[in-house]
């Protein structure tokens, strides 16, 4: 398939600063892990194609700044996402209360089509340090309802992170198909048939 017919599916990850929204990414689009992270300015993103249910498709992996001086930007960062992850701390419960926050003022500034269907993947991150500040029941509870997927991993040791990026490539798929098809049936397509045009005869010179 050429590339650019190929469908590019914006997942967007969001979260409070230092949960590891620049690992998660670097993990699963270069396999890579490094503890010489600094704190992104703004946004940055990378891309990888991927095939879920077997089409393929280029996921565009969006990092956003955890700190509040960027949460202008916001509405040009969310806009046109097809799936956000929120993710946060598992030793850090201050990081999961703060996803609240996250969710609705993604919703806001994104202001996706149909709030019913857009799909978030809550992700916990930094298994590998071996203490947690959120129970698994909490969170559990937190993610039925709102709805969303939920995924424990670490970027550090590569735990799970393909798994949540794969089902988040999946729900954006869904959601992108959706929109397409409500696209299409927004399009009314009118035939005409030409107008008769009465006293043909008529309207000849008759001189």
């Known amino acids: 398939m050429d590339k ?10 969001v979260g409070n600063s230092g949960v590891g929204k620049s690992s998660m990414m670097t993990r699963f689009v270069d396999h890579r892990f ?3 992270y600094r704190a992104t300015i703004g946004v940055d993103f990378l891309t990888k194609e991927v095939t879920e249910d077997k089409n393929t498709v280029i996921l565009q992996v ?11 930007l916001g509405s040009t960062l969310y806009r046109g996402a097809h799936c956000c992850l929120l993710v946060f701390d598992l030793s850090s419960a201050a990081s999961f209360s703060a996803l609240d926050g996250w969710h609705t003022e993604f919703l806001l500034q994104a202001a996706p089509a149909d709030l019913t269907i857009f799909p978030f993947i809550v992700v916990g991150n930094k298994t590998d340090l071996g203490t947690r500040e959120v129970s698994p029941e909490h969170v559990h509870q937190w993610c039925e309802n709102l709805g969303a997927e939920y995924f424990e991993c670490s970027a550090k040791e590569d735990i799970d992170v393909d798994m949540a990026f794969k089902s988040a490539a999946r729900a954006a798929l869904q959601y992108f198909k959706c929109s397409v098809m409500d696209n299409r049936e927004n399009i009314q397509i009118m035939n005409r048939e030409p107008e008769e045009q009465s006293n043909h005869s008529a309207s000849k010179c008759t001189c």
Do not use: C, I
């Open 4 to 13: 650019w017919s190929t469908p590019h599916l914006k997942v967007v990850l």
């Open 62 to 72: 969006w990092d956003t700044a955890g700190s509040e001086r960027f949460h202008s």
């Open 34 to 36: 490094t503890n010489m």
